[in-house]
């Protein structure tokens, strides 16, 4: 009987306690092994979020500098006798080498990942400030001497902000398409993705404070003056080098592949990838067909053509979605909507941005000079305003507008109805013609000439400009991810950012025409020719204009959500 009992088998791993291990079956050593594994695995890869989350951070920080322009833009005029036209010329410059290589830029980031274009932006900044450093001093130079410091220095000062403008578009679309990427998932992917977006918009507030408090000129009797731009720009060199360089190392997009193969496996549920060649391979060979490169090479080093035909196979299916998902993106009539509402509605906050200095000396004669605002104030004000409309818009879409149950590119087929998670809903598209609203009345209120003589209201303008013109721009890539997926990001934003520049540019230049008139009719400061302006007659028309600009594109916008054929219509949740 006992014989019996110790040959069953059942009975074994209980009688036999001498050849068992106090650690277990093999099998249990192997689940203890590949657990703790996994468990570093998912402690290395929150590490590398949590990495180029703070870098990404960081990063937008520093890109943010492009926007105090009107921080040291006067002093262009001022000092180096550049007229409103050349200031103009100089920020449109700016504004369009920024805007008009993100499509590209994204492109590149989708495909080769963020750590090449924070390189890239390295250079294009240290180089871009170093040359705008040294040509300031020169004009300066040239000023002193008699001359007027405009022909030797205009353009290479022109070139020198080209350049930033391209490095600021690389590191800014490195850092929010990191996060976009990283963090898709999740109820509150909206404040993850806003964060560097909003980073960026207090950028200006912290580069500002730091040029006006601490990289100063002294005055003769001792008092604190204007901002000292060649010590500013040295500063601005230097700090953006080095965040390029560290953002080299350190910006990656983590898990990209499980990103990928998601994004694939929620087509194939939606039927849109029939048809597809790459996908009818993939299918033959998960059914056993052998590929003859397999017959020919593969009975040579199985385990080394495996690994190489899986990689070949990444490849091939990232490249395929990503070309397959810009191209359903450019044939969606509503982007195009959304597009142009987006350019007419954030072209005149771009423009008041780059031209908020000047507009504050119009506000008082060559006269009165006690009662005048600064425009590191008022820079400041529209930063701080801006960065708390981009978190509290971000905030606002997670917590009351409803969301699609995956990170992918919404069909419109059941897979992408969202999980109602609370009684009230508010639409994005609410929030964000809501916006464009607020970003009005401040061109309003500064068009009726209310602000004119007192420039202690200045503030409900910045304020209003600041709060719509960052909360637009904070909801605007959002949107963008909720319909149209965060694999492709990159380059889906890009082309819808490459609007701002042709607004900033057609209001830049309206400005300076009504201006420069203006400034003909204007009492001289100088003997020479009249390049100041002081009055309504100024800037009434232009923002009378801008404020029409922002409600067509506010409608537009609308149109694209409940027109024929919308969102709304088809399902699309937003």
Known sequence: MTTSSSSDPSLAPLLRSASSSTLGSPSSQTSISDGSSNLKLRQKTRALRAVAFVVSIIAALGAGSITVFSLYGHLFQSRLHYTQFQINGIASAMSIAMYVPVPVIGYMCDRVGPS????????????????????????????????????????????????????TSAMYIGAITTCAKNFGKGKYRGMMLVAPIASFGLGGMVISQIGSRILYEIQPDGSKGDVNVFHFFLFLCILLAALGLIGTFTLRIVDEQDLIDGAVEELERSGLLEGSEVFRRRADREYGTIDSNVEDGGLMDPARDDDDEDDDND??????????????????????????????????????????????????????????????????????????????????????????????????????????????????????????????????????????????????????????????????????????????????????????????????????AVYQAGARDSPSLTDDEDVFCFGKKCYSSTFWAMTVCVWVGAVMVLWAWKGRDGWSRRGIVI
Do not use: C
């Open 116 to 167: 090449p274009l924070a390189l890239f932006s390295a250079i294009l900044l240290g180089g871009g400030y170093g040359l705008a450093a040294g040509m300031y001093r020169k004009g300066l130079a040239e000023v002193m001497d008699g001359g007027k410091g405009v022909k030797t220095t205009f353009p290479p000062m022109v070139l020198a902000f080209v350049v930033i403008g391209i490095g």
């Open 315 to 512: 490849r091939l299916k990232k490249t395929w979605l990503l070309n397959a998902e810009t191209r359903r993106f450019l044939t969606d009539h509503t982007m195009w909507w959304f597009a142009i509402g987006f350019w007419l509605i954030i072209g005149p906050g771009e423009a008041f941005i780059n031209n908020l200095g000047t507009v504050i000396g119009t506000l008082y004669s060559p006269a009165t000079k006690s009662n005048e605002t600064s425009a590191a104030t008022h820079v400041s004000i529209m930063a701080t305003v801006s960065t708390v409309a981009r978190l509290l818009a971000a905030s606002l879409s997670d917590l009351l507008s409803p969301s699609p149950h995956s990170q992918y590119v919404q069909t419109g087929f059941p897979t992408s109805l969202p999980t109602l998670r609370q009684k009230l809903s508010v639409s994005r598209i609410v929030l964000f013609i809501a916006a464009a609203i607020i970003l009005s009345i401040g061109t309003l209120v500064l068009a009726s000439g209310a602000i004119q003589e007192h420039g202690e209201r200045f503030w409900i303008v910045s304020g209003s400009i600041g709060a719509g013109y960052g909360a637009v721009f904070s909801l605007t890539p959002i949107i963008v991810t909720m319909i149209w997926g965060v694999e492709n990001f990159g380059t889906n934003f890009g082309i819808i950012a490459l609007t701002p520049a042709l607004g900033s540019t057609m209001w830049g230049l309206i400005y300076s």
